[in-house]
């Protein structure tokens, strides 16, 4: 049996690359030797802090340069940042992620950002084109931390790695012009998937550097990807409301399996991943994917009205889609996406974890080969245990979203939850939001999809919902093709507080009445003024309004003005077998319309409208109708209603509004002018 290979008091450790795995790798390392009352040297290589010419002493410059990342900083990692006491300056952070949306073809599931959680984007280097300092990025932070943590930093290349005579790793790198040679104890490799061949200083990739100290190491499976930034000075509305946006868009001919819009100052940073960016071998061929990609009209509805694309800073980044082979050996090991990632989400949170499994196991067992197994290797199995399960996740995800069907099922699973169940026992949700966010493991979530209660409500809540709601929209004539659906229904944890809001201004109940007998309320986000959509209100009742026109529903304004108080609107169901009219009432505040009910099975109730100013551009329209069912005056007359009352199908009015909702938006977001042409 190999002797134990320990790293004893005054040991040197060399850490090439200084991205987030060599960075979080340099500061576990050296709290764990503290924590064991040693004492360690550690010297990360990291040829983007290459020394200023002239520049008096010092090693290493400031960080210049970008790593190919999109930036996005998970719930879980600020975890793991707070843990180790780092904070991210305020000029760091270019948006407090406040949402995430995850689109379909055609319909929407928006997640905000739950209160306890916080997520960030940033910079991970200098880039767009020296937009950023080098003290707003975010690798350049942890460089910084790893030297509070008590690192050097050497701005230079390894350009040659070979063992010693004594078993100890020889490092060879560029000193002020001249070689210098660093004997390790220990190698930590981080240089990353994306690491190239420095032909120009004759320096080998990090990858073939460590295949030439452990020639068994297999590197992992890898993806190719296209990030590119689009700049516009109305992107900065979307930082400022701080949205993640997770798009399918595979439509004709463009095949993509994940594209993410992540908002960024001034920029929004795009990621995409598919067949279509697979088969690309040329940058004339990623303008392409990149055009056919912009001119799709859901991604038209993510961005910003009146937003002129300007394309900056493609790349083409491989992504880890699968786990290395022995990432380690006698006083070596590979960290960060040179072993492994985690799949398609959250690679800085791994390379953390890794880092920091690597560290106890150098620290507390030993650099050896059997020790390294033993530890670290535990590691990396987890995380390939863990993304066989996301292969499972991510292709029911895709195929439930691509299929008309089945992503209506899954969207009214997530609406029948939000209504029924308040915010603490919405287990659907909390899969969305897990899957989308990052914040369990892969595991955690496989289980969660296949629990007897999940399936439970997939079928109650989803398919059979479905169903009756199609049978509606055919009765009525409603047709959903070219419009995108958005949840509309009003949380059960909101609408208590809503209707405290709505029901003392309206003056609906008096002291002893008690709440209405009917109540439906519905909301939707619109990124568009108040003026717009007041504007779109004003149509409600004639003729050319581009919503809310179902058959066997005469809708139609008989006296009065728009929008002003005495306008009359006459409703006829079912060519007037059916028939009331709402009559406007002064209004308690601005930017609230209220009718009252004149006649038929809501007579006396209200039915009104509400429009809230968001941050960033957006507002929040509300629908809400409240009513005492009819009684009747005589004998007769209270048989007819009392039958009424019970067979009226409450759930039309869902059916109805949200697709009236849902059309008003588009019409309020498109009315615009935006100019589609790529300036790249």
């Known amino acids: ?102 689109q379909g073809n055609w319909k929407s599931v928006y997640l905000p950002v739950p209160p306890s959680r916080t997520m960030s984007s940033v910079y991970r280097g200098t880039l767009p084109f020296g937009q950023h300092l080098p003290e707003s990025c975010f690798d350049a932070v942890l460089l910084d931390a790893a030297t509070d943590a008590g690192a050097e930093i050497v701005g230079s290349r390894v350009f040659r790695a070979v063992y010693g005579s004594d078993g100890k790793v020889k490092l060879s790198y560029q000193c002020k012009n001249m070689e210098a040679i660093i004997v390790a104890d220990f190698a930590i490799f981080a240089g990353g998937v994306n690491d190239k061949t420095d032909r120009a200083h004759a320096s080998p990739a990090t990858m073939d550097l460590f295949q030439q100290l452990q020639p068994a190491y297999v590197p992992p499976r890898l993806r190719k990807a296209v990030i590119f930034e689009l700049e516009a000075q109305s992107a900065s509305g979307m930082a400022e409301g701080g949205e993640l946006h997770y798009v399918e868009s595979s439509s ?155 992503s209506r099922i899954i969207y009214q699973t997530f609406v029948t939850e939000k209504k029924t169940q308040t915010s603490s026992r919405r287990k659907f949700r909390n899969i969305f939001w897990a899957i989308s966010s990052g914040d369990q493991s892969y595991e955690e979530i496989a289980w969660s999809m296949l629990r007897p209660a999940t399936l439970w409500l ?54 002893d009445r008690g709440l209405p007998e009917f109540e439906c309320i519905y909301s939707i986000r619109i990124r568009a003024g108040i003026e717009m959509v007041r504007g779109l209100l004003a149509q409600f009742g004639e003729v050319d309004r581009p919503y809310l026109n179902p058959l066997w529903v005469n809708i139609r304004r008989t006296s009065g003005e728009p929008l002003q108080e005495g306008s009359v609107i006459r409703y006829r169901v079912f060519g007037g077998a059916i028939s009331f009219s709402i009559k406007q009432q002064p209004s308690s505040r601005e930017n609230l319309i209220v009718y009252k009910v004149d006649g038929g099975f809501a007579d006396g109730g209200l039915f009104c409208f509400e429009i809230k100013p968001l941050p960033a551009g957006f507002c929040l329209l509300t629908v809400y109708l409240v009513f005492d069912y009819a009684r009747g005056d005589t004998l007769v007359g209270r048989a007819w209603w009392g039958l009424f009352r019970r067979l009226f199908p409450e759930f039309i009015h869902d059916v109805l509004w949200n697709h009236a909702l849902c059309q008003l938006k588009q019409t309020a977001e498109l009315r615009d002018s935006v100019s589609w042409e790529v300036n790249i």
């Open 458 to 511: 997939i079928f109650k809540g989803g398919f059979l919902v479905t169903l009756r709601n199609l049978l509606a929209e055919i009765f009525f004539g409603i047709r959903w093709r070219g419009t995108a659906r958005f949840a509309t229904g009003v949380s059960k944890d909101d609408l208590s507080t809503r209707r405290s809001e709505l029901l003392p201004a309206l003056t609906w109940a008096e002291p």
């Open 252 to 406: 004709g001919k463009l095949r993509l399996d994940m594209c993410s819009l992540l908002s960024k100052r001034g920029y929004i940073t795009v990621s995409l991943v598919g067949k279509s960016v697979d088969e690309s071998h040329s940058h004339q061929q990623n303008l392409n994917v990149i055009r056919d990609f912009l001119g799709l009209p859901q991604i038209r509805r993510v961005l910003p009205p009146r937003m002129q694309l300007s394309v900056r800073c493609i790349c083409n980044p491989r992504l880890v889609v699968g786990t290395s082979e022995l990432p380690f050996g006698e006083r070596v090991a590979a960290v960060g996406d040179m072993a492994t990632s985690r799949q398609y989400k959250d690679g800085i949170l791994a390379a953390h974890n890794m880092a920091e499994s690597l560290a106890e196991t150098a620290i507390a067992s030993g650099v050896d080969h059997r020790s390294l197994a033993l530890g670290y290797g535990r590691m990396i199995d987890s995380i390939r245990k863990d993304n066989r399960y996301a292969t499972v996740i991510f292709v029911l995800y895709r195929w439930f979203f691509v299929n008309p069907l089945l």
């Open 1 to 102: 049996m190999n002797a134990v290979t320990r790293l004893e008091d005054g040991a040197t450790v060399a850490v090439v690359g200084g991205g987030p795995a060599g960075a979080f790798s340099a500061i576990h390392l050296l709290r764990k030797a503290r924590q064991a009352g040693r004492r360690i040297r550690v010297v990360i290589f990291e040829p983007r802090c290459r020394p200023v010419e002239k520049a008096a002493g010092g090693l290493a410059g400031p960080y210049v340069g970008c790593p190919q990342c999109a930036g996005g900083i998970s719930p879980r990692l600020h975890d793991a940042l707070a843990d180790l006491e780092i904070s991210l300056p305020a000029q760091v952070i270019q948006a407090a992620i406040s949402s995430i949306t995850v």
